[in-house]
């Protein structure tokens, strides 16, 4: 009774190229973020409308020139929205409709449903880098070029960081209580956890909390590397710390539904 | 000199599983066996603890306790080896909620060595003019076509389908149906859920119906349908006629019900002298008795005497 020729499902079992596993996925994840019109908003279309805007109008007092010192924390910012709120968003639903399980039972290993997230967070963290520098050199960005460097690294640590407190967040609770807590936490760290405000310039106890914080760890270091030319080994510490506690923590506690 | 040959491994095998969540036990010791290259039907009210049951076989949960093997592998622990050989459709699928279609099964098929053409499966299920909208945007029943074909694109040894035609329609349904039987004819062994009687009779070469995570019954279709005596005759008449003379007239045994208004029931064993009884009964009350059959209990009789006839929650 059947319409299919014999042999048509024979079996053939096999796993697939690891490699082409992993890059596969992530590029899967990496354009459905840029296809996502809320995480395009998040990830640039805010940064952008942030850089342009305040390098622009002087609605705020900024240290000329304006756009040196707005630049790397547009980056900071940047980073923290892509790595952990988008993140944590997308794992939040992706787990509410079946993809992790879906992933774990395909011949993927564990391992790389969580390490082709990353790759994909930080496809999407090079075109932001790429788009902001090219606006930013565009509004007259002159980085400092012994920062450079420092700043990459900075950025890696911080996308670790971010990136294993997305994967934290979004993988233990409902996708509606995650896209609510990364949404405030978002809104938290953007205030008062040093990336619109210098540490410095938050009052208190609230500027040595925020110095540890990976947000203000991040804006501070990008900002001693891209202004003044440094390496601040200190932010780098911090981030990487966050990125190994955040990690160790959510690998124990991600459900894959 | 009498060689034994070892029995064949089987497909899947558990053996006194239990599996508990919180105070409920889900699954409560229970056995089945898939024979390679057979089709198995787990059957069961909601809540019975089949999904458990199959998602343990599948290794997202861990047993209690109880042993499981699949191709002779611990779900769990042998994990890596076993995925590649096994096929998976989850209950409600699994995709990027903004994922299209065709790019969801070319993600599965990378994972395999020798995948089955992407293009191809998704035509053959119908999917071909979906291809490229996102998942979250397409029909129930197209999405559990793409977990279907998901499930089968890895050219898998074995297959786990839990409801695999749960919100599809009767087109869609059949092609499944034909689908799962050609599995068999290759030499793929499947296990599957459903609520739907008719499905598992068509299918299966065995049947499991399970409640309260307890085995309450298995065989072939045929052997749960036929214990030689229970059998039944319906048939179709004006409604509400007087059931009591009838009764009396029939041999002990035999009771006549009118389950539906204008439908009536005679169970017992049938044989020509109820028949003739029956019609004899009609003719004295001047009815025609109408789409007389005589008939097998349905599977659906089976499963409701075992697990009741009150809604589960």
Redesign the interface.
């Known amino acids: 009774?059947?319409?299919?020729s014999?042999?048509?499902?024979?079996?053939?079992?096999?796993?697939?190229r690891l490699s082409?596993?992993l890059i596969?996925?992530a590029r899967?994840?990496f354009?459905?973020t840029l296809?996502?019109g809320e995480q395009v908003l998040l990830t640039l279309l805010i940064p952008l409308g942030i850089l342009i805007g305040f390098t622009l109008l002087n609605v705020v007092p900024v240290p000329s020139p304006r756009v040196d010192n707005i630049t790397p924390r547009v980056l900071a910012l940047a980073v923290m929205s892509t790595a952990f709120t988008g993140q944590a968003i997308a794992l939040g639903?992706?787990r509410r409709?079946?993809?992790l399980?879906?992933?774990?039972?395909?011949?993927?290993?564990?391992w790389s449903l969580v390490a082709g997230r990353m790759l994909a967070v930080l496809g999407v963290v090079v075109v932001q880098l790429v788009l902001l520098s090219v606006v930013a050199a565009g509004l007259g960005w002159h980085p400092h070029p012994a920062g450079l460097v420092p700043a990459v690294l900075l950025i890696l640590a911080g996308t670790a960081a971010f990136g294993a407190l997305g994967v934290l967040l979004g993988g233990a609770l409902r996708a509606e209580v995650v896209l609510a807590v990364a949404n405030m936490v978002w809104l938290l760290l953007v205030v008062a956890g040093g990336i619109a405000l210098s540490v410095h310039a938050l009052p208190g106890p609230l500027s040595a909390i925020a110095a540890v914080l990976p947000s203000g760890a991040l804006a501070e270091g990008l900002h001693m590397a891209l202004v003044q030319g440094a390496t601040p080994w200190g932010a780098v510490g911090i981030l990487l710390s966050w990125a190994a506690c955040a990690g160790l923590l959510a690998s124990r506690t991600l459900r894959?539904s | 000199m009498n060689v034994t040959l070892p029995a064949p491994l089987a497909a899947v095998e558990v053996r006194g599983l239990i599996r508990s969540f919180g105070t409920v036990r889900a699954v409560d010791g229970l056995d089945l066996r898939v024979p390679p290259a057979t089709v198995l039907a787990l059957l069961g009210p909601n809540g019975a603890g089949k999904t458990t049951t199959v998602e343990v076989c599948?290794g997202?949960l861990r047993p209690d306790a109880g042993v499981v093997r699949v191709l002779g592998l611990d779900p769990i622990a042998d994990?890596?080896a076993l995925?590649?050989?096994?096929g998976?459709m989850?209950q409600?699928?699994?995709?990027?909620?903004?994922?299209r279609a065709a790019?969801?099964l070319?993600?599965?098929a990378?994972?395999?060595?020798?995948?089955?053409a992407v293009g191809w499966l998704l035509d053959?299920l119908g999917l071909t003019g979906v291809a490229r909208v996102p998942?979250?945007r397409l029909s129930g029943g197209q999405q559990q076509r793409l977990?279907l074909a998901?499930a089968?694109v890895?050219?898998?040894?074995v297959v786990f389908l839990d409801e695999p035609t749960a919100g599809m329609d009767p087109q869609a349904r059949r092609l499944v149906w034909?689908?799962i039987?050609?599995?068999r004819?290759?030499?793929?062994s499947v296990l599957f859920t459903t609520h739907l009687m008719e499905e598992a009779e068509a299918l299966a070469d065995q049947v499991v119906i399970i409640d309260h995570g307890r085995v309450v019954a298995q065989g072939s279709p045929a052997e749960l349908t036929s214990d030689g005596t229970q059998r039944q005759l319906r048939f179709g008449a004006r409604a509400g006629l007087d059931l009591g003379a009838l009764c009396t007239a029939l041999p002990a045994g035999c009771r006549a019900s009118e389950p539906r208004p204008g439908g009536y029931l005679v169970e017992g064993l049938i044989d020509p002298q109820v028949v003739a009884t029956v019609t004899a009964w009609c003719a004295r009350q001047g009815v025609f008795a109408e789409d007389l059959r005589v008939s097998r209990r349905s599977l659906e009789d089976v499963f409701l005497e075992l697990t009741g006839r009150e809604l589960r929650p």
Do not use: H, W
């Not at chain 1, 009774?1 to 299919?4: E, H, L, N, P």
């Not at chain 2, 409600?92 to 994922?99: H, K, L, S």
């Open positions: 009774m059947t319409s299919f014999p042999g048509t499902f024979a079996p053939a079992p096999g796993r697939g082409r596993m596969t996925q899967t994840e354009v459905l296809r996502n639903f992706d409709y079946g993809v399980k879906r992933l774990a039972a395909t011949a993927l290993p564990r894959l | 599948e997202f994990s890596a995925r590649p050989r096994v998976v989850p409600g699928g699994g995709a990027y909620p903004g994922v790019e969801m070319s993600l599965v990378v994972c395999a060595a020798r995948p089955l053959v998942y979250k977990a998901c089968l890895g050219r898998p040894e034909d689908i039987s050609r599995l004819a290759d030499g793929v």
